[in-house]
Nanobody, 121 residues
């Protein structure tokens, strides 16, 4: 499975961006999709996760209430709507997927190339 993330860019603080992650082939119903980010000089961290089995979602505390993850199984695509962006959200955002219901950072099997998100103050 190849993943392609897109939608990053430069935005002012308080602005919004919507990231997309498209899979090259139909993924099975029991995949979990995750969004991760890595800022310069920092370790990669999980931002959000969604299970395609039951739609259950997870958000890292710093993005709760601002980011929304969703999926369109018919398009094999997962989205990350990011609102009220802050400078500290600046990072390269990656999408990844794995069979299961959760998105453990070190167990994600398929990774897409990242997309840069830059939030100016």
């Amino acid at each position: 499975v190849q993943l392609q993330a897109s939608g990053g860019g430069l935005v002012q603080a308080g602005g919004s961006l919507k990231l997309s992650c498209a899979a090259s082939e139909r993924t099975l119903d029991y995949y979990a999709w995750g969004w991760f980010r890595q800022a310069p000089g920092k370790e990669r961290e999980r931002v959000s996760c969604i299970s395609t089995t039951d739609g259950a979602t997870y958000y890292e505390d710093s993005v709760k209430g601002r980011f929304t993850v969703s999926r369109d199984n018919t398009k094999n695509t997962v989205y990350l709507q990011m609102n009220s962006l802050k400078p500290e959200d600046t990072a390269v955002y990656h999408c990844a997927t794995v069979i299961g219901s959760y998105c453990p950072l070190n167990e994600m099997k398929y990774w897409g190339k990242g997309t840069q998100v830059t939030v100016s103050s």
